[in-house]
């Protein structure tokens, strides 16, 4: 038999599996009830196909049977095996984001688990051939096997539970007819056997005929062609004996094959029988329109080709290089000529030299494995600055060790494959095993440490824009210990002196050619994988998805904790954008702001005030939104009414946000920047986190005065607003743990968070702290989900609605007694602002709706609406004694990207340039929303708007000059986030 044939038998199975198997388009129901030609045709295909399955497995028995395998073949078996299914199973996760990463458990514990039945059945046979090969030998194990065959037959049921041969037991089965081949001693005999097919089909069509006359239907007619049917099985025999006795004798292994022909076949099968794979090649082939008929024939036979090839090079490889490996031989002579009862016994009587043999044989794999698990276990331990999950934001809060090494497993086990390839890489480029494992080891260790410290430092992991910092590695050492340093130093000295000492005594070692080619050839194609693992339904994007990776950039630090940091510095690597605007160039920009240039000194005509002399406050009120704006729900009482009030006197209306119960820096980003999420691409879902770290500059509203401060009275790692606010040039970041002591700290009832009272009493802190201008970004807490019964005393909401269950409406009114604690404590603020005599304008807005309380109304057609907050700009006496505008009514419904337009304009300050544009994008664009599709090639594709009506627009019903004032936007936000900054060269911001 030669590797033509081989593949060729691999190749017509897999056409048969694309036709009449359970990946075909074929099926009885196609053929009718009555028996005709057709029909009977469909039933000798099907019957064609089993036995076709049947002579492969047949084909594999006998090849195993003439070796008369042992105990060493057992063991190659067993890990060809692994490796097969390993690598089938990690390219089907490349494939289909619905696989699991529990696949990698079935690979690697293949009897335990046993996810694949016929490998099971594969393994089982090659640990009992040689006892079954003596049975047969004998008329009456021959006669017991046929028995077997035939009972189930006389009572038409699957009395051994064969399934369709590719169960445990119907492997057995096969392979066991295998055996018999060698007993065929004459030609006529295998053409016997073979005859026997035709007794088979003759009572197929005489059950066809019966079945149809008697019960309407064909549903007896596959009676005697099921796959442990005899007229199914002793065909098969004799064709294997036809194949395999052009080359060899039937007493011996095909020639060339004895090593290679189990994986090849084994790959093959797997991957057209065995759930993943058949799900995953059922799904591309349903995306291929692949359906039998004239037109597309040939369609069908190449993808059995290409599915064969791939059975062909895995299994071959694999095979080949465990065949080849020196460390695969568990058992050595001494137990390579036993049966595996005799080397079991062997085993445990001699445990001990066993013990000592294994360990000399997979010592360097052992020793690698232990020190990468503990190397990943150091890297997770080091995002932590406490054995408790605090940022889980639950209590009581969990063990960090339960959490990381029980709940998130499978992840962290995924995430210990960079390290290993890491590790290949180095090993494959220098073949000398102790230098590459302590280097590992080393930097390991060191950026444990450092992203140790610089979790504690600013709450957040290294990721890809510190890179960058590298070129100030002595300034980032100066804020390093000394004796962290001089510990770091002398470890290193130990290394070196322990690589050269182990090299020297320990160090021979040296992998074979191919193998080193894979380990250099695996790590590069697995880490440019991660250069496209943001774009859905690529490889990467897939395989981790299966992994159970977590797909959030709202907080890197949790991230990290969650996937391990070097997993999450990897995530970090693909950031998606926004797609080139039509017309970006160096030229465009220059035009654009000579344009906007010319339109600010139009508007400052008008305008009387300087930024610098001005205080803003923009104000992010965590979840403030308007509860009766929310369809179908009714309070007994209004919980912000002394907000809604201001809507006569001040400039008030409803803000889009992007999230619903969350993205809350998203809002806070475009408030403080002027730039649309509608504009980015969908993927960049948190910009304070995958952008802003890898921006030269940033221009926000901060940079306009002198001096700049935040404050949240909560914890400061979310989001990575330590980072960010440090990359925008605010001066003073106030938060729990900043250094910064928070005053007057006040919770309501049971809240956990602490209250608007607290957030303002410390921006009046603030305010108060400086003459002159100033910006203060202000984030509050209180409301922030959960909204649990009896949170707060005497609460005196309750609502009503049919579409919320109770629950629902006893989280709604805790909810609303939050916001009147927040409505009150606006009205106080205010009036102290009024006291205050310096120019202060005030921009207040709610973030999103509430999380989960009214995801009973959240639908299409609802979905507008449950994204409106309330917002309102309020100049305090002062200012609008000094030139400000008491009211703007241009914008009833606006984005957080309009608010420094509108707070410039009502403060009448004068404008530059980009704040010209903004204003401009403010006046005369809806405002620009959720995007429904991206496009890389299209900054426009999939827009959408929201008018002053608040409905929905999109792009293509916008007027000529509004697409071309998006146009300039676009090329602005384009140029400050992804493209050269030509506008920061021009002087366009402040």
């Avoid at 514990?109 to 694949?116: D, G, Y």
């Avoid at 509108?902 to 204003?919: F, G, W």
């Amino acid at each position: 038999m030669s590797w033509l044939l081989l593949l060729g038998l691999l190749y017509v199975f897999n056409l048969c599996q694309l036709t009449v198997g359970s990946l075909g388009q074929l099926n009885g129901a196609n053929v009718g009830k009555v028996l005709s030609w057709q029909s009977f045709s469909f039933w000798m295909a099907r019957d064609g196909f089993m036995t076709l399955k049947a002579l492969i497995f047949i084909y594999l028995g006998a090849t195993i049977g003439a070796h008369r395998l042992r105990t060493n073949a057992l063991v190659k078996t067993w890990l060809s095996a692994i490796a097969i299914l390993l690598t089938l199973s990690l390219v089907a996760m490349t494939l289909n984001y619905e696989v699991g990463g529990a696949r990698v458990f079935d690979s690697l514990f293949i009897v335990s688990r046993n996810a694949f039945p016929m490998v099971t059945g594969l393994l089982i046979f090659v640990a009992l051939a040689p006892y079954l090969t003596r049975l047969l030998e004998r008329p009456a194990g021959v006669i017991a096997y046929l028995a077997i065959l035939v009972f189930p037959l006389i009572g038409n049921h699957d009395l051994f539970l064969w399934g369709n041969g590719i169960s445990l037991r119907g492997v057995i089965l096969l392979c066991t007819a295998g055996l018999l081949v060698r007993r065929i001693q004459k030609y006529w005999q295998a053409l016997a056997l073979i005859g026997t097919w035709l007794i088979g089909a003759l009572m197929t069509a005489y059950m066809g005929w019966f079945s149809s006359s008697y019960h309407g239907d064909l549903a007896t007619m596959a009676r005697f062609i099921g796959i442990g049917s005899p007229f199914v099985i002793l065909p098969a025999v004799g064709l294997a004996y036809l194949l395999m006795r052009g080359t060899a004798s039937t007493n011996q292994a095909p020639l060339g094959f004895h090593r290679l022909a189990v994986p090849i076949s084994l790959a093959t099968i797997v991957l057209t029988t065995a759930i993943p794979f058949q799900e995953t090649l059922r799904k591309l082939l349903d995306g291929s329109s692949m359906t039998v008929s004239s037109n597309n024939i040939g369609n069908l036979m190449l993808w059995a080709l290409e599915i064969s090839g791939v059975g062909l090079v895995v299994g071959g490889l694999l095979g080949a290089m465990v065949s080849a490996s020196k460390t695969v031989a568990l058992a050595d002579r001494r137990w390579g000529n036993a049966t595996l009862l005799v080397a079991l016994e062997d085993v445990w009587t001699h445990l001990g030299l066993f013990s000592k043999r294994f360990w000399h044989q997979y010592r360097h794999g052992i020793v690698a494995t232990c020190v990468i698990a503990i190397l990943q276990a150091i890297a997770v331990l080091s995002t932590h600055q406490s054995l408790q999950m605090d940022n889980l934001m639950q209590t009581p809060h969990m063990s960090i060790f339960w959490f990381t090494f029980i709940l998130r497993f499978l992840t962290i086990f995924f995430s210990s494959a960079i390290i290993l390839l890491v590790f290949w890489f180095i090993l494959a480029v220098t073949d000398r095993y102790w230098l590459s494992l302590i280097t590992v080891s080393a930097v390991s260790i060191v950026l444990s440490i450092a992203t140790n410290i610089k979790i504690g430092a600013r709450s957040e992991p290294i990721i890809p824009a510190d890179l960058a910092e590298i070129t100030s590695l002595g300034e980032l050492l100066q804020m390093v210990s000394p004796v962290l340093l001089a510990v770091v130093a002398v470890g290193l000295v130990v290394l070196i002196g322990l690589i050269i000492v182990l090299e020297r005594k320990h160090g021979w070692y040296h992998s074979p050619w191919y193998v080193r080619i894979w380990r250099i050839a695996l790590p590069i194609v697995f880490f440019l994988g991660f250069q496209n693992a943001g774009h859905p339904q690529t490889p990467m994007h897939n395989l981790l998805i299966n992994f159970n990776t977590y797909r959030s950039f709202s907080n890197q630090l949790l991230a990290s904790q969650e996937n391990g940091p070097y997993l999450q510095f990897a995530y970090n690597i693909d950031v998606v954008v926004m797609a080139k605007p039509k017309g970006y160039s160096k030229a465009a920009v220059t035009r654009i702001y000579e344009k906007y240039k010319a339109l600010a000194s139009s508007l400052n005509q008008t305008r009387t005030n300087s930024l610098k002399d001005q205080t803003f406050i923009f104000n992010l009120s965590e979840a403030f939104s308007d509860p009766q704006h929310v369809p179908e729900l009714k309070l007994n009482e209004d919980p912000i009414s002394k907000i809604r009030a201001l809507a006569d006197t001040t400039t008030y209306g409803y803000m889009m946000s992007y999230g619903y119960g969350g993205g809350t820096a998203n809002m806070e980003f475009e408030s403080l920047t002027g730039l649309s999420l509608g504009n980015f691409d969908t993927r960049l879902s948190s910009p304070y986190s995958q952008l802003v770290e890898n921006l030269k500059t940033v221009p926000n509203i901060s940079q306009g005065f002198d001096y700049s401060s935040a404050v949240h009275p909560f914890v400061g790692t979310f989001y990575n607003r330590i980072g960010v606010y440090k990359k925008f040039g605010l001066n003073k970041f106030v938060y729990q743990g900043s250094g910064y002591k928070i005053i007057d700290q006040k919770k309501y009832g049971s809240n956990k968070y602490l209250s608007d009272k607290t957030a303002y009493a410390n921006a009046l802190k603030q305010l108060k702290a400086r003459d002159g201008g100033q910006f203060l970004n202000l984030i509050t807490i209180q409301n922030h989900y959960p909204y649990p019964t009896g949170m707060y005393p005497d609460n005196q909401f309750s609502a009503s609605g049919s579409p919320f269950s109770d629950e629902s409406k006893t989280q709604i009114a805790t909810y609303a007694k939050g916001l009147h604690y927040t409505d009150n404590e606006v009205v106080k603020f205010m009036a102290a602002l009024d006291k205050i005599d310096k120019p202060i304008t005030w921009v207040f807005y709610g973030d999103h709706l509430p999380a989960s309380i009214y995801d009973a109304v959240m639908g299409p057609k609802t979905s507008v609406q449950m994204h409106e907050t309330v917002y309102f700009v309020y100049s305090n006496k002062y200012a609008r004694a000094h030139g400000a505008k008491s009211k703007l009514t241009t914008r009833p419904f606006a984005g957080t990207n309009d608010f420094i337009a509108m707070a410039l304009t009502q403060a009448n300050v004068k404008v530059n340039a980009y704040t010209a544009l903004l204003t401009e994008v403010e006046q005369q664009l809806p405002t620009p929303w959720i995007k429904i599709e991206n496009s890389l090639d299209s900054s426009t594709y999939g827009m959408r708007f929201i008018n002053n009506n608040g409905s929905l627009v999109h792009y293509e019903a916008l007027t000529k000059a509004q697409k071309q004032l998006l146009n300039d936007y676009q090329i602005i936000q384009y140029d400050i986030t992804v493209g050269k900054q030509y506008s920061q060269q021009l002087g366009m911001h402040p």
